[in-house]
């Protein structure tokens, strides 16, 4: 029972993997990146200090590309993270050895998260099964199994080093002398997993 | 890390306490009576079977009367058992030692299922977690583990022995002299979970 989890290095994505292999799964743990930064290789470190299998996805540009004029022509991320998040998902599902895909996305998520007709539509469309551990999670029982498991580093900063789409989306928006801060909402404070408690 | 997990004995209630317990938690199950019928019992059998704690929680027959009316009026036991099931999880979470509450339900079912806002209504009013191990999984996942990990008993049978609302609605409504079967769906095969595999 192998299954690829899309992967950020973050507490949901990681909290994610701990359940799936409570349940008994073969964990296979996968970063997107679309070639133009290697933050996938923040992910990687937090993987391995986790102690799973890791890989790089690479998805091509133009979805970054078409994601940062939706975010521009909007004047917010939001359907921009969806839209890399479903061709993420898609991808995964499309590669011949994936039976079962899953992601951190929680129940209190605006974005990315499919609706039942988005969810089934992607298991029906590629043959696979798609599981989301945290879906019945609220954020209490979300940080009360986090602060359980992992160390985590939360610092003040722009940008931490992390493996999300928005790093290189941001990027994408700088190259193109838009500042992200015009589009996304300001965070002061991110989180990164660190490795696992005790 | 308690958590107080509605349990009608059946295969979706019995991976969900499974699940709970593969992530830390201690597992008490509860199944809801309104003292009209002693089919809890069929839970209670289970939950032994499978090494849980459990009680019954018992609500006032006014609400199993409630639904009885809707269901009457409606045609359909939908509404009903939406009716009871948000009731069972308020009497469970208005009891002064619970702090988390847990059900079976899951993606794909359409009742009983708490939508957002009430989920969260839920976890505010009663200052509990609500936590539901299987939302995010989808029927495929939920066979694999359930084929997994439960020996079932599959019968033909209008009524197996169980412990969900539904049977002690069908018994008011016979009460009532109103043939169940003019409102409930008709179905063919009923499971029930006897114990562990191995």
């Given at each position: 029972?192998?299954?690829?989890?899309?992967?950020?290095?973050?507490?949901?994505?990681?909290?994610?993997?701990?359940?799936?292999k409570?349940l008994?799964y073969?964990?296979?743990l996968?970063?997107?990146?679309?070639?133009?930064?290697?933050n996938?290789?923040?992910?990687?470190?937090?993987a391995?200090r986790?102690?799973?299998?890791?890989?790089?996805?690479?998805?091509?540009?133009?979805?970054?590309?078409t994601?940062?004029?939706?975010?521009?022509?909007?004047?917010?991320?939001n359907?921009?993270i969806?839209?890399?998040?479903?061709?993420?998902?898609?991808?995964l599902?499309?590669?011949?050895?994936v039976?079962?895909v899953?992601?951190?996305?929680r129940?209190?998520?605006?974005?990315?998260?499919?609706?039942?007709?988005?969810?089934?539509?992607?298991?029906?469309?590629?043959?696979?099964?798609?599981i989301?551990?945290?879906?019945?999670?609220?954020?209490?029982t979300?940080?009360?199994?986090?602060?359980?498991?992992f160390?985590?580093?939360?610092?003040?900063?722009e940008?931490?080093?992390?493996?999300?789409y928005?790093?290189?989306?941001?990027?994408?928006?700088r190259?193109?002398?838009?500042?992200?801060?015009?589009?996304?909402?300001?965070?002061h404070?991110?989180?990164?997993?660190?490795?696992?408690?005790?």
């Amino acid at each position: 029972m192998l299954v690829h989890h899309l992967y950020s290095g973050g507490k949901d994505s990681s909290l994610s993997a701990w359940i799936l292999k409570r349940l008994g799964y073969e964990v296979e743990l996968v970063t997107v990146s679309f070639g133009t930064l290697d933050n996938w290789r923040f992910a990687r470190e937090t993987a391995e200090r986790l102690g799973f299998e890791h890989r790089v996805l690479y998805l091509s540009k133009e979805i970054l590309e078409t994601a940062a004029e939706m975010a521009i022509r909007e004047g917010h991320p939001n359907n921009a993270i969806q839209f890399i998040h479903e061709r993420a998902l898609e991808a995964l599902a499309s590669l011949p050895e994936v039976e079962r895909v899953s992601d951190g996305t929680r129940r209190d998520d605006r974005v990315p998260l499919l609706d039942l007709p988005k969810a089934r539509s992607l298991e029906d469309r590629f043959g696979v099964a798609y599981i989301r551990p945290l879906l019945g999670l609220g954020y209490r029982t979300i940080r009360e199994l986090t602060g359980k498991l992992f160390v985590v580093e939360v610092r003040e900063s722009e940008e931490l080093e992390k493996a999300d789409y928005e790093v290189e989306l941001r990027h994408l928006l700088r190259e193109r002398g838009i500042d992200p801060l015009t589009i996304f909402p300001r965070s002061h404070y991110q989180s990164r997993v660190l490795g696992w408690k005790e």
